[in-house]
Nanobody
Framework: QVHLVESGGGLVQIGGSLRLSCTASGRTFEKYSMGWFRQAPGKEREFVAAISYISQITYYSDSVKGRFTISRDNNRSTLYLQMNSLNPEDTAVYYC?????????????????????WGQGTQVTVSS
């Protein structure tokens, strides 16, 4: 049973920063690619960033590229999302997710359907 727990969300002003964490258990963390998605009120869940399982190749949506950084610490089974230069459009519930197959990565990491385990989400609110 995979268990993903996000933390680090909160209220921040425009231009501020937050660092999200996601602690994973239940499967060998280092064998699985990981991703961050977000969902704003009234909108569909969207891809934010992903990181492959071994080479740590990273992928970003155009809306966060250059502002957000995804990373992972396999020794701690933890995924991170450093978010800088936040703006109100970043307000959403942020979810971490674990890819459905071990030892896989690539462009499919952008697709929510590729992930089979999800955290409960953490709220990020950017205020003016």
């Amino acid at each position: 049973q995979v268990h993903l727990v996000e933390s680090g969300g909160g209220l921040v002003q425009i231009g501020g920063s937050l660092r999200l964490s996601c602690t994973a258990s239940g499967r060998t963390f280092e064998k699985y690619s990981m991703g961050w998605f977000r969902q704003a009120p009234g909108k569909e869940r969207e891809f934010v960033a992903a990181i492959s399982y071994i080479s740590q190749i990273t992928y970003y949506s155009d809306s966060v590229k250059g502002r957000f950084t995804i990373s992972r610490d396999n020794n701690r089974s933890t995924l991170y999302l450093q978010m800088n230069s936040l703006n109100p459009e970043d307000t959403a519930v942020y979810y971490c997710a674990q890819y459905g197959q071990a030892n896989h990565g690539g462009s499919y990491l952008r697709e929510a359907e590729s992930y089979d385990s999800w955290g409960q989400g953490t709220q990020v609110t950017v205020s003016s």
